[in-house]
């Protein structure tokens, strides 16, 4: 008998609770109908109803969920509540809830039925305090072991039983022992990596097999999870279990806890079948490498940021919490950095550590920003480094679609404090460690804002407040510089998977922005360029070298051999010996006499290769209008 045949007898009933009582005049012993026109027709002999206007028809559960808008566990509540069927015999369902190290529940698991019927639902959050078993609701919700919070606080050299399901696991939990199982079931281990990394790693961890083929799989599974972090992990199969038994039947039968660990300390001194090897046959030979297959570098921004950490430094006030503002909204957006390097949209937390969010509001408002994008998750506090800072990140890499960028401004506001007689390069490194591995295992990039110290230094990298810990642990290092009389600054990059460049870059005031003008080498040499023109048309006759230096403010040996490059495109014309002019000026060409001036010392300077045209330079000052430099 099908669904259909066990409630047919009451589409007679179900059609007049719901519609009333139907039309007699168009009724009549095996059919009813409904409409001014009898368009609705129940066909009490088949139990099956038609509606010729929608042309929709079905049986009673089916007529119930159209008029009800519900699904069929709701027709048959709606059955009960009126009085047609008598309740179902109650399930037996038992829930579990799966807690984080702070005792929040993330989601619950339900074991409903027993014996052969048995199934586990889980339950996500549905967004108004409670959870619910539906399709996608664990869809961003962050997978754990369970009752990691009593695991958490326990003592690092207590023995760990991973055990087959929550139900063995409260068992041992309750005789004292420390416990903790997977949800999902056997041997499914999925997404847990971050979890037993961080809760499992060094521990001694003991996986307990059920008496079956599931079983075993779980304990190989669990293995396999387990044995890069744990400091020793095996299986045990206990002795005596009826088939499909567990580790609650052999208690039951009468084995005792003392055993029990005994067992596992035995399990545990044994030589393991996969014992792992000594740390250079773990190594890799270069012909072996050379065949391995690696996924291409995800870079979040071409050419300046890739999956890693970057450290950004820069000066105070130089406006490096506005670049990052806009890397955040273009990446979080799917809009072109800086307004012409194409990104792959992505999520992006920013974690602006030192603004409020009245000022973040006031800053997307100064860009111009009236509808920001909602993959963007900003935050104006966090846990330090050494206060689960990491836990929070994976927390949220975990929630979120397709994490892409963490922007951390600045260090200082998550770094942890020195160690005891640890030194400051290893404190520097150790700053950064952390975030670095978050950032290399989720294949995405996070920046870390930084300082830069008063004092210049030659080489960018030289250049970072702190020690070269810093430097040493991050994968890109960043440093935004003001270029003096030029109005931009110049970006310096230079990675391990990206290559070293310098970009101009411009801060736009009016609207927040900063814009990239191109490679720092080539707008330096054309800015250099343009002053000398200018400096050229201003004047009636041609300027040596060092006239030119004076007039721009410019080093000499620079530009001397930006006239040599402006001479060999053409740019300029060299007059003479030494002395230039400006091709697109007024014919200045030096016909008048030779200027047989000398300098005040006497003889020639030694500048005169160069073309030194014979005057000190309080005399070029004069003549060309400057009283000093």
Known sequence: MNAADTFSPLMRDVATALFGKPDTTLSNGSVLRWGSRGSFKVDLEGGVWHDKEKNEGGGVIDLIKRERRCEKPGAIEWLVEQGFIDPPAARERTFYDYTDERGTILFRVERCGSGANQRFLQHGPDGQGGFACRSGCMNGVRRILYRLDKLAVAPPKTLVFFTEGEKDCDRLLSLGLVATTNPGGAAKFNGLDACISQHLSGRRVIVL???????????????????????????LKLQGLSPKGDVSDWLNAGGSVVELVRLA???L??????????????????????AKHFEPVNFVVPGLLAEGATLFAGKPKIGKSWMAYDFA???ASGRPVFGSIPVTQGDVLYLALEDSER??????????IRQAPDRLTLATEWPGLDEGC??????????????????????????????????????????????????????????????????????????????NGLTGAADCVMVL??????????????????????????????????????????????????????????????????????????????????????????????????LYACPMCPDVRNTSEPDNRTDR????????????????????????GRSGR
């Not at 079983?215 to 992990?233: D, K």
């Not at 030194?423 to 700053?431: F, G, I, P, V």
């Open 390 to 467: 990491i836990a929070e990140l994976e927390a949220w890499a975990d929630a979120v679609k397709r994490p892409s960028l963490v922007i951390v401004d600045v260090l200082k506001m998550v770094r942890g404090v020195t160690r005891g007689t640890e030194s400051l390069y290893d404190a520097d490194y150790r700053a950064l460690t952390g975030l670095a591995t978050f950032a290399r295992n989720r294949g995405i990039a996070v920046m870390i804002v930084h300082h830069v110290r008063k004092m210049e230094a030659d080489d960018p990298l030289e250049s970072i407040s702190g020690t």
């Open 269 to 290: 001194s044994e030589p393991q079948p996969d014992e792992p090897k000594p740390a250079f046959m773990r190594g890799i030979s270069a012909s072996d490498l050379m």
């Open 209 to 235: 097999q059920d008496n079956d083929e599931a079983g075993a799989n779980h304990v190989a599974g669990g293995i396999q999870a387990i044995r890069p972090h744990a400091r020793a992990v095996a299986g």
């Open 359 to 368: 000022r973040l509001k006031s800053r997307l408002l100064k860009k111009g």
């Open 481 to 578: 510089k003001r270029e003096s009389g030029t109005g931009h600054c110049t970006l310096y990059v230079r990675g391990r998977d990206v290559e070293e460049s310098e970009k101009a870059v411009r801060f736009k005031p009016d609207n927040g922005t900063w814009e990239l003008l191109g490679d720092a080498n080539e707008v330096g040499r054309t800015n250099e360029r343009q002053l000398i023109l200018d400096a050229l048309r201003k004047h009636d006759k041609p300027l040596s070298v060092r006239d030119i230096s004076d007039l721009v403010g410019k080093n000499y040996d620079a530009i001397r051999k930006t006239l040599v490059r402006m001479w060999d495109a053409g740019e300029v014309l060299k007059e003479g010996r030494g």
């Open 601 to 624: 010392t006497g003889g020639m300077s030694q500048e005169e290769d160069d073309g030194w045209i014979g005057e000190s330079p309080a005399e070029t000052a004069a003549r060309t």
């Open 329 to 331: 909204l273009a990446i």
């Open 265 to 267: 300390e035995a399990a």
